[in-house]
């Protein structure tokens, strides 16, 4: 049956595979960390650098593909992350579903080089971020 977990080959004999692997460390890009401030958008621009990864032509101009990879510290609060949004602040509405320009603690996003990253989190929350170049 596609999209099942056994496509991932696990190997159930190890616990905690991820579905994912990290890059070589020859395709990292860079690693960025910071400590989100309660109720605060805090943005980071996600490298653009020429002839790193796989170029990508548009009209808006040439960018590259980066692999963006997040870690979140222990505990709460939950982190939302929003890309190339005015703010990745949740839409509040209680028990209905809202559509919403972020989402809550991703794990990777394949983005291009000259996007913008929004976090935005209730409490105070350190966050690390890995970009690798997307051959």
């Given at each position: 049956?596609?999209?099942?977990?056994?496509?991932?080959?696990?190997?159930?004999?190890?616990?905690?595979?991820?579905?994912?692997?990290?890059?070589?460390?020859?395709?990292?890009?860079?690693?960025?960390?910071?400590?989100?401030?309660?109720?605060?958008?805090?943005?980071?621009?996600?490298?653009?650098?020429?002839?790193?990864?796989?170029?990508?032509?548009?009209?808006?101009?040439?960018?590259?593909?980066?692999?963006?990879?997040?870690?979140?510290?222990?505990?709460?609060?939950?982190?939302?992350?929003?890309?190339n949004v005015a703010s990745a602040a949740p839409a509040n509405a209680l028990g209905v579903f809202t559509a919403?320009?972020?989402?809550?603690?991703?794990?990777?996003?394949?983005?291009?080089?000259?996007?913008?990253?929004?976090?935005?989190?209730?409490?105070?929350?350190?966050?690390?971020?890995?970009?690798?170049?997307?051959?």
């Amino acid at each position: 049956m596609a999209g099942t977990l056994s496509n991932y080959g696990l190997n159930t004999n190890l616990s905690g595979v991820n579905g994912f692997g990290r890059r070589p460390a020859k395709d990292l890009i860079g690693i960025f960390n910071t400590l989100i401030v309660a109720t605060t958008d805090t943005e980071l621009v996600v490298p653009n650098i020429p002839g790193v990864g796989r170029a990508i032509h548009s009209q808006a101009g040439d960018k590259n593909e980066v692999l963006a990879i997040f870690s979140y510290g222990g505990g709460t609060p939950t982190v939302f992350v929003g890309v190339n949004v005015a703010s990745a602040a949740p839409a509040n509405a209680l028990g209905v579903f809202t559509a919403g320009s972020s989402a809550v603690n991703p794990s990777s996003y394949l983005l291009n080089g000259g996007d913008t990253l929004h976090f935005y989190a209730l409490g105070t929350r350190y966050i690390s971020i890995e970009f690798y170049s997307a051959n």
